[in-house]
């Protein structure tokens, strides 16, 4: 919006010039998701608490302790992160430019579909919410949708191709496959934030983490000078996108505040499943899909620990952890709560030290 005055409108307050900048604007715009959180926070708090007297219901089939502990806690502070993350983007990115629009879709949905899940979930005093089915269902079609919105404003070299790590330039990959492994990408993303939000804030750093990760992808895409000294995929206007990625890490610091053990609110499926979709919505913009498992690894190793307990149960009838996500694994071994949460963290950045590191390796 800022930038749609100073330029279009000829607002003269301030040189144009200077909110031209994709970085002097990512800088404003974390600056005001983390003022508007740490500003309404605890009211929004109080006002959840009221709401939710009971607070968000824990799983039986969990770890004892939480049911102690974390008992009577208000859910759904994804709302916050997303009025926060809305309104800042809408400020500071260009509204012009249709990636952001799409993200934006991709985070209203999904946030949609969470907050329904959320609201079943208090309301019946169940920790078991929508079906699974019913999700996922709902899943796809919304990613569908995201999917062909990317597709339509990508150049016909790039529109059903796939970039390789370690390989120069992308895979033609034809559409049928691109659609579904991109729906894979978007859902599973989604869903893996969504398993690894078990324990008080550990999963608002390494979404942080990603998002910054992410912000410098997308910026050295969308600019040909780096991109093509990087030998990495142009895609051009995608550089808007880390004015985006800013405004949601500020959102996510200024919840972590709340989030923070011992927890005053949780983000609920309203806020982990839109922030795995605008990971890997922007993922799939920027033609790193696949980089994404690597810099995301915490969220592809606990959604993996999981499918691993659920295949070994059915087929063989054991458990290979103790409990699972593998957080809860690590609980039941005796690691506290901020040991796992800390040293979930630092895997993290190793992570997406990694990952960033593999973009020059062509």
């Not at 939000?197 to 912000?215: H, K």
């Not at 630092?346 to 590191?357: D, E, N, P, Y």
């Amino acid at each position: 919006m800022i930038l749609y005055l100073t330029e279009i409108m000829g607002f003269n307050f301030i040189d144009s010039s200077f909110f031209s900048s994709i970085s002097i604007r990512a800088f404003f715009s974390i600056l005001t998701s983390l003022t508007l959180v740490l500003t309404f926070g605890y009211k929004f708090i109080e006002s959840m608490k009221l709401i939710q007297v009971r607070g968000q219901p824990i799983r039986d089939d969990g770890p004892e302790s939480h049911i102690i502990r974390k008992k009577g806690t208000p859910s759904m502070g994804g709302l916050l992160i997303l009025f926060s993350f809305f309104f800042s983007t809408l400020l500071w990115a260009d509204i012009t430019n249709v990636y952001i629009g799409i993200i934006l879709l991709t985070a209203l949905l999904f946030g949609f579909l969470g907050f329904l899940d959320d609201m079943k979930k208090i309301r019946e005093q169940n920790p078991k919410g929508l079906s699974s089915r019913q999700k996922i269902a709902i899943q796809i079609l919304f990613s569908m949708i995201i999917i062909y919105l990317i597709s339509s404003q990508s150049n016909l070299e790039f529109r059903y191709s796939l970039s390789i790590p370690f390989i120069t330039g992308t895979v033609l990959v034809g559409l049928l496959f691109y659609y579904v492994f991109t729906c894979l990408v978007i859902i599973g993303s989604s869903n893996a934030v969504n398993l690894t939000d078990g324990l008080d804030g550990l999963a608002i750093v390494p979404v942080i983490i990603t998002l910054a990760s992410f912000a410098v992808i997308s910026y050295l895409s969308g600019n040909d000078i780096f991109s093509n000294n990087m030998n990495i995929n142009y895609v051009s206007s995608a550089g808007e996108i880390s004015v985006l990625c800013f405004s949601l890490i500020g959102s996510c610091l200024g919840f972590l505040w709340f989030n923070a053990p011992p927890a005053k609110i949780f983000m609920g499926d309203t806020g982990s499943l839109s922030l795995g979709s605008v990971l890997g919505s922007t993922a799939v913009i920027t033609k790193h899909e696949l980089l994404l498992f690597v810099i995301g690894g915490v969220f592809v190793i606990e959604t993996i620990s999981v499918m691993i307990q659920v295949i070994s149960f059915k087929l063989f009838k054991k458990r290979v952890f103790l409990m699972a996500p593998i957080h809860h694994h690590f609980e039941q071994k005796g690691w506290s709560e901020s040991t796992i949460i800390i040293r979930f963290w630092f895997i993290s950045f190793v992570f997406a030290i990694i990952g960033l590191a593999i973009l020059k390796l062509r």
